[in-house]
């Protein structure tokens, strides 16, 4: 179901405008802290009245000023996810997920219990209270009451912010088995790019209230705009190809193979990889001899000087795009300019697990 945002509000110094509408799947707001991405997400749950606007979910009108129609939270069928999961602690996890089913309209399909259970892995929590869950496990749990509720959208603002590095690894998959299984829009609010190429079938940058990039993850995070030149990143798709006994997994690019540490992915499964501009080093000829095990060949298509030492190159490898961060001397030295073939050199050791996830979904930039 596509996804309408249309509001405007102004308050204090800050003035919100933003005019969108998102194909089905997860749509992430990125953005820094002030962007007006909670401002966004609360006009969406009904705890803000913008001043203007039009939200819908497919046919699902939240609201609409121009027609004097407002629904009420409590009517606006939204599975809300926060980042601290807002369990009831006097509550059993199978009682805290009764609760959310408890919101179901009569006339509803919400999904069965049994099945929630097992798409969250939360089987064996079932009689536990929340006190004694694990960051994640809450998460799993909260992600499960909003389901069960029968929402026609699920919001999610910033739900891991509040949890370590170990913790965002268990939650990850869980949001990305929503993303492919379940048929339930989700808006998810995010200023990690990891985040972002990892669950993003759409992503909306806000920068002060306005959309400074729209499209799939490797469009807007290869975006200076919208994510600034210390954090450019290319998101590839890749399959795995073989897991070798060294503990290295092989995938298949389009630029040619990739060895990363082993991934817990089968052999044919897609997935998609982000990969930092900061951590890719060009050559202008094929290099041999190095402890870096990843060259991949591609030809450049374009070259952007940055305000000050660095320029960023971007290599177009079939339909993907590479991004370096490189310094201006080098595109110099190297004699670096668009249309000549050139070859990123890559450590296996630069993506970490956290930038690799299913690549299920993943919008080409024509799909954007």
Partial sequence: MTLALQVRHRFGGFALDVDVAAPPGVTVLFGPSGSGKTTLVNAVAGLLRPD??????????????????CLPPHRRRIGYVFQEGRLFPHLSVRQNLAYGRWF?????????LDRVVELLGIG??????PGTLSGGEKSRVAIGRALLAAPRLILADEPLAALDEARKAEILPYFERLRDEVSVPILYVSHASAEVARLAT??????????????SPARVLGDVAAVGVRDIASVLRARVSAHHAD???ELATAAGPLLLPRVPEAPGTQIRVRIAANEVILAREAPSGLSALNVLRGTIAEIRPGRGPAALVVLAMGEERLSARVTRRSVAALGLAPGQTCHAILKSVAVAPADIGSGRHMPGDADA
């Fill in 104 to 112: 179901a309209p009569r006339d509803s399909r919400p999904e069965s």
């Fill in 247 to 249: 503990g290295l997994s």
């Fill in 124 to 129: 064996h929590l079932l009689r536990r209270r």
């Fill in 202 to 215: 759409t992503v909306i940058a806000l920068r002060e209230g306005r959309v400074v990039a729209m499209g």
């Fill in 52 to 69: 203007s606007g039009r939200i819908a979910v497919g046919d699902w009108t939240l609201l609409d000023t121009g027609a004097g129609h």
